[in-house]
């Protein structure tokens, strides 16, 4: 069973430029979630999908949008990037359950993004 | 962005050392969860904490979720090499979809066979 799949793995792209990350949720997962790692920091929330809506959001500017896909999958985007946006970008994925005590929360392993 | 407040930052043991990390937040949590990060990998839960004063173990591992809703930490037990990794906790605050996690600032455990 394939947990979370990311890509691409690694990413260098110019100041000014846009990129898109994708991500495959674990199976039988419905809800995926985007976090930003920075070096020596622990994740920091970017939003989250499911029904392919946008429903929460974190401290982030607009240059930062998503997208989730009718299979689930899901996509970051990043326009107009700066070198802050260096860093491990992580999905993750859940059953869409309001059972709090089922916290089938899976990451992937990420892609690093290098802004240059 | 918030983050929760993990001490100590790094450790450097011996293996079969016990380790303590601890968390702490300003505001009040109803989830903690430990997570395990190797290089290259993303985190990897290993315990969920739902209710003050809640102590859970997985295996060599012990949690517990504090009193006062604002707190929490990790024990483990007889250390050994593939211990080593960073340590984060995270938590969940009330009336927050329970998908959105706010995370610690990581402990870098290291240990010597």
């Known amino acids: 069973d394939a947990g979370v799949t990311q890509s691409p793995t690694h990413l260098i792209k110019t100041r000014g430029q846009q990129v898109t990350l994708r991500c495959s949720p674990k199976s039988g997962h419905d809800t995926v979630s985007w976090y930003q790692q920075a070096l020596g920091q622990g994740p920091q929330f970017i939003f989250q999908y499911y029904e392919e809506e946008e429903r929460q959001r974190g401290n982030f500017p607009d240059r930062f949008s998503g997208h989730q896909f009718p299979n689930y999958s899901s996509e970051l985007n990043v326009n107009a990037l700066l070198l802050g946006d260096s860093a491990l970008y992580l999905c993750a994925s859940s059953p869409r359950t309001r059972d709090r005590f089922n916290y089938g929360y899976t990451f992937g392993s990420g892609t690093r993004l290098t802004v240059v | 962005g918030q983050q929760l407040n993990q001490s100590p930052q790094s450790m450097f043991i011996q293996e079969g050392e016990d380790v303590s990390m601890n968390c702490t937040s300003s505001?009040?949590?109803?989830?903690w969860l430990w997570y395990k990060q190797d290089p290259g990998e993303g985190p990897v839960l290993l315990i969920a904490l739902y209710k003050a004063g809640e102590l859970t173990s997985n295996g060599r591992l012990t949690a517990q979720f504090g009193i006062t809703r604002k707190d929490s930490f990790l024990n483990i037990s007889a250390s050994i090499p593939s211990d080593v990794g960073i340590y984060f906790c995270a938590g969940r605050a009330p009336r927050m979809d329970f998908q959105k996690l706010v995370f610690g600032t990581g402990t870098r455990l290291l240990v010597s066979p």
């Open positions: 505001s009040i949590f109803n989830t």
